[in-house]
């Protein structure tokens, strides 16, 4: 069964980091695209960032650029999420997915196959 987990999320002070990572089971992640979102209470989900299977592109939000960083370490199986100067709206259920393929990545929830359960980041001093 395919399965996608992520970890890390917390409580944090604002200006704080984190690093989530999202991690597979049931299959190798060398052949998917990997992204990121979140969402907040109320609000839509909301594409953060995503890279290639090959690691070789990425692209990011206009919202998180220059603060979050996604790399992959396939032989560990993982995709993280690394993140830093954290704001009180940066509050939500952060999420990973995947969808199978060499291409460069999609737009949007519906480019997925796959889908974590999600993990819980909260900014609040």
């Known amino acids: 069964q395919l399965q996608l987990v992520e970890s890390g999320g917390g409580l944090v002070q604002p200006g704080g980091s984190l690093r989530l990572s999202c991690a597979a089971s049931g299959f190798t992640l060398d052949y998917y695209a990997i992204g990121w979102f979140r969402q907040a209470p109320g609000k839509e989900r909301e594409g953060l960032t995503c890279?290639?299977?090959?690691?070789?592109?990425?692209n990011y939000a206009d919202s998180v650029k220059g603060r979050f960083t996604i790399s992959r370490d396939n032989a560990k199986n993982t995709v993280d999420l690394q993140i830093h100067g954290l704001k009180p709206e940066d509050t939500a259920v952060y999420y990973c997915?995947?969808?199978?393929?060499?291409?460069?990545?999609?737009?949007?929830?519906?480019?997925?196959?796959?889908w974590g359960q999600g993990t819980q980041v909260t900014v609040s001093s």
């Open positions: 997915a995947a969808r199978n393929t060499r291409k460069i990545c999609g737009a949007g929830t519906l480019w997925y196959a796959y």
């Open positions: 890279i290639s299977s090959s690691g070789i592109s990425t």
